[in-house]
């Protein structure tokens, strides 16, 4: 979305909640009940598997908005189907993507400064993934 000053906003179309960090790992993530549509082309491949979003996938999502950002609008996967999409993120998952492939390549137009940033934010494992403090510096 794009303010009346040009300011960019991200917004999320109802899927945030307040997490708060409990005594359990229960309180960190929210896990998707219902049937509604999802953002499957920002979402991680764990998000995909578990239906949990966490802070962690929060920042894939991130990573595919910043894809977006610098191809000019460009959804992420724009030259795969949603089936195909889907697939992917499992074949990552799963282990079946080749180390050397990004899961989502980095648009051509990227300075390699960003396109290592965006990279960090698609790694697969979530627990290797930058927080957002990290990613703020």
């Not at 917004?11 to 997490?19: C, H, K, N, P, Y």
């Not at 009940?33 to 991130?62: C, G, H, N």
């Amino acid at each position: 979305l794009i303010g009346r000053c040009l300011n960019v906003k991200v917004a999320d179309f109802g899927l945030s909640r307040v997490m708060q960090l409990g005594r359990d790992d229960s309180d960190a993530y929210y896990r998707i009940k219902t049937r509604q549509p999802m953002p499957l082309r920002w979402m991680a491949p764990s998000t995909i598997v578990d239906r949990k979003f966490t802070s962690e996938s929060d920042v894939w999502s991130y990573g595919c908005l910043l894809c977006e950002m610098w191809s000019a609008g460009e959804m992420p996967f724009n030259d795969l189907d949603d089936q195909q999409v889907v697939e992917r993120l499992l074949a990552a998952y799963a282990g079946r993507v080749p180390e050397n492939e990004p899961v989502l390549a980095s648009p051509k137009s990227c300075p390699p400064l960003i396109d290592a940033l965006i990279q960090s934010c698609l790694t697969v494992n979530g627990e290797l993934r930058p927080n957002f403090i990290v990613l703020r510096r």
